[in-house]
Structure formats: C-alpha cells, structure tokens
C-alpha cells in the first residue's frame, strides 16, 4: 500500500497512509474493549446457563462492536490526521515566514526573493521618474501659458509601453 505520492489516499473509506495506522489501531482496540465490557454486562444480566445463549450474546455483542469502532475509528482517525495536517502546515508556515524575516533583516535574501524586491523597487524607481518628467513637462507648459494635453504615463505600463 506504500506510494511514492505525498498525501495519497487508499481504499474505499480514502483514509491517508499515516492514519490508516491509526484507524487499524483504534478499530482493533475499540472492537476488543467493547465486545468485553458489553459481553460481561449482558452475560451478568441474563444469567445465561447454556452454552449456545452464551454464544449468541458474544456474537451479538461483537457485531454490535465492531459497528460502532469503526464509525468512531474512521472518524478519530481522518478527522485527527486533518485536524494535525492543519496545525503542521500552520507551523511549517510560520516558521518559513520567520526564516524569511529575519533573512530580510540580515541582507541575506535569497536570490529569487532579492531580484524579485530589487525588480519592484527598479519598477517603482522608472515610474515615479517617468511621472516626474511628465510633471516638469506639464509645469513648464503652464508657465509659458500653452496648453498641455500630453496623457500623464500609464500606470500599467510594461517594459516601456503603454497599455
């Protein structure tokens, strides 16, 4: 049943590999216990004095058993996968943005990260002089009292072209 998919599901009830573990264990040990327990207390009740009464309490109880361990085993086990899946990833998340800060904070950017920045700051850098030109452009005209009908630049310009 071992795949080479993270987070593959297998069989019918699509329990993840890791807690099929889980479902097993709480499946096995739920059915056990509650046959036991609700066996003694019906056999305490019945006074059962044949065997074939005696066996038909047990039979009975281990069915009884196993339906409701494996209700309670499949919800435990995928609901509690999910619910450690989340606070996992949660904490994996944290941690990476906590790496990343502190990266940021030392100068040690990664290079993808550090272009990426470098590339927005350069961006910002050419628009905000492409606005000051046309400012000044403007300014200019007013003051030599022509009239000015040049469009300010676009604010979603691309390499140098207006959209």
Avoid: C
Wanted: hydrophobic share 35%.
């Amino acid at each position: 049943m071992a795949s080479d998919v993270p987070g593959q599901r297998f069989g019918i009830p699509s329990i993840r590999g890791g807690a099929l573990r889980w479902f097993y264990g709480l499946f096995g040990g739920g059915t056990i216990y509650l046959t036991i327990t609700n066996t003694l207390s019906e056999l305490a009740r019945s006074n059962a004095g044949d065997w074939l009464h005696i066996q038909s309490i047990v039979t009975e109880q281990i069915v009884r058993a196993a339906g409701a361990s494996l209700i309670v085993s499949y919800i435990i086990a995928d609901g509690g996968d999910m619910v450690i899946s989340a606070i996992l990833r949660e904490r994996n998340r944290l941690k990476d943005l906590e790496a990343r800060r502190k990266a940021r904070e030392e100068g040690l950017m990664e290079g993808r990260e550090a272009g990426r920045e470098a590339g927005l700051k350069e961006g910002y850098a050419e628009m905000q002089a492409k606005w000051e030109e046309w400012n000044s452009r403007r300014e200019k005209a007013e003051k030599q009292g022509e009239t000015f009908d040049e469009p300010p630049p676009s604010l979603n310009s691309r390499n140098g072209t207006s959209d």
